[in-house]
């Protein structure tokens, strides 16, 4: 065989091996989220939670500056270094579910999970709970850190953010590089969305 043949095909086989190994890498890195995430999902047993509602302090409106939702899949408020926002849990016992969309100051260093209840009644007959959760979905550390950043004046989200870090220091690193100054609009709007619920998520 040519010697120049002989190059062409060294060459090409090594290309071939170099795409094959970044397109692994590529791979590889969503994978290793997505086991990561999948490592929190199943049963938690024993889980202390306690029940809050729209008609207290807070007001009608969640960390997000969305309505509290009581509908098919409720609102539920955590510490999220624990339990990251989006983080979503079905209650063994009541089969209800639930979504991490809110926290607040009297939960952070705590593993306890506050269940927005629409009436004061059903708040009060909630009381506190230990119960057995099945995790559906693992939520978002870096989006924790996004909605947290604003607010990092508070030393209870300082706390959340600083465990948060500990956790998973690449996710600040990600939040740094994709920030962005808001417009005037749209930053009006998320502060008056989300002003409601000062009281209860230290906006």
């Not at 397109?23 to 049963?43: D, I, T, Y």
């Amino acid at each position: 065989m040519p010697k120049c043949l002989n190059l062409a095909t060294a060459v090409g086989a090594v290309a071939f091996i170099l795409v094959g190994c970044a397109e692994q890498s590529v791979v590889q890195k969503p994978l290793a989220a997505v086991e990561a995430a999948n490592s929190h999902l199943g049963r938690m047993s024993n889980v202390r939670t306690t029940a809050y509602t729209h008609k207290e302090r807070g007001g009608p409106r969640n960390a997000l500056g969305t309505y509290l939702s009581g509908h098919h899949v409720m609102s539920a408020a955590a510490d999220w270094s624990v339990f990251p926002v989006g983080t979503r849990f079905r209650i063994v016992s009541t089969r209800e579910e639930y979504v991490i969309d809110d926290y607040g100051a009297a939960l952070v260093g705590t593993n306890t999970i506050d269940l927005y209840k629409p009436t004061k009644l059903e708040m009060k007959r909630w009381g506190v709970r230990n119960v057995d959760i099945d995790v559906l979905q693992w939520g978002s550390e870096e989006k924790s850190l996004q909605v947290l950043g604003p607010r990092a004046k508070h030393a209870q989200v300082q706390r959340m953010m600083a465990s948060l870090q500990k956790k998973n220091p690449s996710a600040m690193v990600r939040v740094a590089s994709s920030s962005t100054q808001p417009t005037a609009k749209t930053a009006n709007s998320k502060q008056a969305s989300a002003k409601n619920a000062s009281s209860r998520t230290l906006d």
